[in-house]
T-cell receptor
């Protein structure tokens, strides 16, 4: 199956600082990357979709200047939470979509962000 | 407006019995449905899926049934095992490489 890694697995940062989360597809190329987040006891909510080499498309209510997404290669995407606030504390999960038409999607192990 | 609904937050079953997890959806554009298993602080793990052109898909202990007219699907796990205890998410998509819309999840507990 598809192998996806995320780094770091957890991070604690202070308010006002920025945090970068990396997502790698280890055994396949991903032309599309989905970034989700999950607040405690809630569902996974899509934040943004990015295609390799293009600007990301953000879901309604997600600030593009706050959550910077870079999808520079077919195996690596990064999500940077800028000027983090305690309300950004959440579980962030990436989902690279394999090149070519595919319905099945696989997820990274997630990154737990805690902003103090 | 929730397009994918998992109305029961939890389910508890005895080991060896059948677990039936339900999911309803409202968007008729959805044409592919997936079930994921998730543990706390981990990413979702793909379990089984079904295309809208089918009404049943089976993989080992897991079977997913789709009733398009009722916009309802269910995941059957039989026999249930304690290791099945986790949160199960129903998800739907409306095309290849499309985003997934998730339900809120249901916590399954399988009692030994």
């Amino acid at each position: 199956g598809a192998v996806v890694s995320q780094h770091p697995s957890w991070v604690i940062c202070k308010s006002g600082t920025s945090v970068k989360i990396e997502c790698r597809s280890l055994d396949f190329q991903a032309t599309t990357m989905f970034w989700y987040r999950q607040f405690p006891k809630q569902s996974l909510m899509l934040m943004a979709t990015s295609n390799e080499g293009s600007k990301a498309t953000y879901e309604q209510g997600v600030e593009k200047d706050k959550f910077l997404i870079n999808h520079a290669s077919l195996t690596l995407s990064t999500l940077t939470v800028t000027s983090a606030h305690p309300e950004d504390s959440s579980f962030y999960i990436c989902s690279p979509a394999p090149a070519g038409a595919s319905y099945e999607q696989y997820f990274g192990p997630g990154t737990r962000l805690t902003v103090t | 407006d929730q397009q994918v609904k998992q109305n029961s937050p939890s389910l508890s079953v005895q080991e060896g019995r059948i677990s039936i997890l339900n999911c309803d959806y409202t968007n008729s554009m959805f044409d592919y449905f997936l079930w994921y298993k998730k543990y706390p602080a981990e990413g979702p793990t793909f379990l089984i899926s079904i295309s809208s052109i089918k009404d049943k898909n089976e993989d080992g202990r897991f079977t997913v049934f789709l009733n398009k007219s009722a916009k309802h699907l269910s995941l059957h796990i039989v026999p249930s095992q304690p290791g099945d205890s986790a949160v199960y998410f129903c998800a739907a998509s409306s095309g290849a490489n499309s985003k997934l819309t998730f339900g809120k999840g249901i916590t399954l507990s399988v009692r030994p």
